[in-house]
């Protein structure tokens, strides 16, 4: 083995070793079926508890890149050939389940933002910022909130992006509306199928050529991926509603080679993954890509209020100019002072305090 684990990196040893084993896997060093080093093994030479190997065995299981068997150790998953393999209908495809619906996700008051923690951040923002909370917004959105959500998403979901690269928006609809301003309505748009049902009224009212493609088990069916003529896929690794299927780590680095195969782009729609039960969310597309290809949207809807109506993209570095010329003249529709308020939750760490405590708590119902 030739993994080493840094002490002096912020990033705990069980995420050093995790990334290492997954980037041997994904480049075929331990390939298909073969069978991982033994927890005793890694533990003795790399100088670390059993606990901790157990932790990163236990994400890439999570993830779909190992399967535990019992008394056996753990096993590759991954196969860098799905989406290439054959099948009884001789069509070079292979054939997936159709999905099974997920449970609804809780609503409760187990999510909910806490209102004490939400007002004392109002009367901090309102105080120190004075008369500022009524200037207008630049268009992309103010810069404190785009410089906090980079440091967010960089420490938490693996993705570097520059401030520049995020846009400020007031929702999802907002947002699907401003990407297809973007990237230009000449594109043919693809969607799951099912899909949250105001993806595809977006693109249908916006009079682009869209199509819808089936879900299979771990995401969109090969076959009908691959068939696609789309320039545009716009998918939700992490759990497509209503259907509750989440991409597989296989499925993920096909959209990817799909992505990559001719000039097409993947709107990933990561809504909600932050309250994954696993000890590490799932790696979002454009942390796996070169950042060239995957336009990244989240909201805040879930993890605050739906009342904010905000969302953000993160735009690849070559869309940007495009962006200013094409639609960077547009206003950002979020108000200063809500733009502030969330800044100031991420900043001081109340928005990442009430996420670790909505996935101990799942964690604990499951």
Not at 225 to 247: C, E, K, N
């Amino acid at each position: 083995m030739n993994y080493k684990i840094h002490r002096d990196l912020t990033a705990p040893a069980y995420l050093q070793l995790y990334r290492q084993l997954r980037t041997d896997i994904v480049d075929g060093v331990y390939p298909y079926g073969a069978r991982l080093p033994s927890k005793r093994l890694v533990s003795e030479e790399l100088g670390i508890s059993a606990v901790t190997v157990e932790h990163a065995y236990a994400l890439l299981c999570d993830e779909g890149y190992a399967v535990a068997h019992e008394r056996s150790g753990f096993f590759v998953a991954f196969r860098p050939s799905d989406g290439f393999a054959g099948n009884d209908r001789g069509d070079g495809y292979a054939v997936r389940a159709h999905p099974v619906p997920a449970p609804p996700a809780d609503g409760g008051d187990g999510m909910r933002f806490p209102f004490s923690v939400l007002t004392k951040a109002m009367r901090r923002v309102i105080s120190d910022r004075a008369e500022t909370i009524l200037e207008r917004s630049p268009n992309a959105g103010m810069p404190e909130l785009r410089a906090a959500i980079a440091q967010y998403l960089a420490r938490s979901r693996g993705i570097h992006a520059s401030p520049e690269q995020i846009v400020i928006g007031s929702g999802s609809e907002y947002l699907y509306r401003l990407l297809i301003d973007l990237l230009g309505r000449d594109l043919r748009y693809a969607f799951e199928s099912p899909s949250y049902k105001k993806i595809e009224q977006v693109y249908r009212l916006s009079g682009v050529s869209c199509e819808a493609l089936p879900l299979g088990s771990d995401g969109v069916e090969t076959a009908a991926l691959w068939q696609s003529d789309a320039d545009v896929l716009h998918i939700s690794p992490y759990r497509s509603f209503p259907s509750g299927v989440t991409a597989s780590a296989s499925k993920r680095h096909e959209y990817l080679r799909w992505a990559s195969a001719r000039p097409r782009f993947l709107i990933e729609d990561d809504f909600e993954s932050e309250f994954s039960v696993s000890k590490k969310p799932e790696d979002t597309l454009f942390a796996l890509s070169d950042g060239e290809n995957v336009l990244y949207l989240n909201t805040f809807s879930k993890t605050v209020s739906p009342s904010l109506r905000m969302g953000y993209l993160v735009l690849p570095p070559r869309l940007l100019p495009a962006f200013r010329y094409r639609v960077g003249f547009c206003s950002c529709p979020v108000p200063t002072f809500e733009q502030l308020l969330l800044a100031s939750l991420i900043s001081s760490g109340d928005f990442e305090r009430h996420i670790n405590r909505v996935r101990r708590k799942k964690r604990q119902e499951r």
